[in-house]
């Protein structure tokens, strides 16, 4: 007897991973749906790093040389953010009545860059994601990798200049 496929258990406790089992479950676990996951999984987590893209594997049953062929083949598929930190903004339904908006369009004129674009200084990229999994914390940003939530557009720019302004490493070498 066949067993129903299921979800492998997420490599961290990002609730993210929740919903991208919701588009695979959507999706039953085809392979042919490779390139719509794939899509889901970058609204979601702002770009495809190798937890993502094994995990999207064992879901799918599929050789992670696939997976890792297509996401790099195409190239609206990133694979990292190109900065040295990233924020978030999630512009889902429940933060965007909370005012992701707001929070967004701060951030961009903080940084003179817009949604999906890095500082020329490779300090910061600014992304977007459709729900990151904590409407009850609305309006929330992930900033590197911690979800924060109830922001205002102020806490917010404060929270991006404490990381962007910490020394990098290359700053601290003698
Ligand atoms: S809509 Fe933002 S966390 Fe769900």
Redesign the pocket.
């Known amino acids: 007897m066949n067993r129903a496929p299921e979800t492998p258990p997420h490599p961290s406790g990002d609730k993210r991973f929740k919903l991208l089992d919701v588009a695979i479950k959507r999706h039953q676990f085809r392979q042919d749906a490779l390139i719509e996951l794939l899509h889901a999984a970058q609204e979601l987590f702002g770009f495809l790093d190798s937890d993502v893209l094994i995990y999207i594997a064992r879901a799918l049953r599929a050789p992670p040389s696939r997976v890792y062929g297509v996401a790099t083949f195409y190239n609206f598929f990133k694979m990292r953010p190109a900065g040295e930190h990233t924020c978030t903004v999630?512009m889902?339904?429940?933060?965007y009545v909370k005012g992701a908006g707001a929070i967004l369009a701060a951030l961009e004129r903080e940084h003179g860059i817009r949604a999906g674009e890095t500082t020329s200084d490779q300090r910061l990229s600014l992304v977007t994601a459709r729900?990151?999994?904590?409407?009850g914390l609305?309006p929330?940003v992930v900033v590197d990798e911690t979800l924060e939530g109830r922001l205002t557009p102020e806490a917010t720019l404060e929270r991006v200049r404490q990381i962007t302004r910490a020394a990098s490493p290359a700053e601290t070498k003698p």
């Open positions: 999630c889902g339904t429940a933060c729900c990151v999994g904590a409407c609305a929330a």
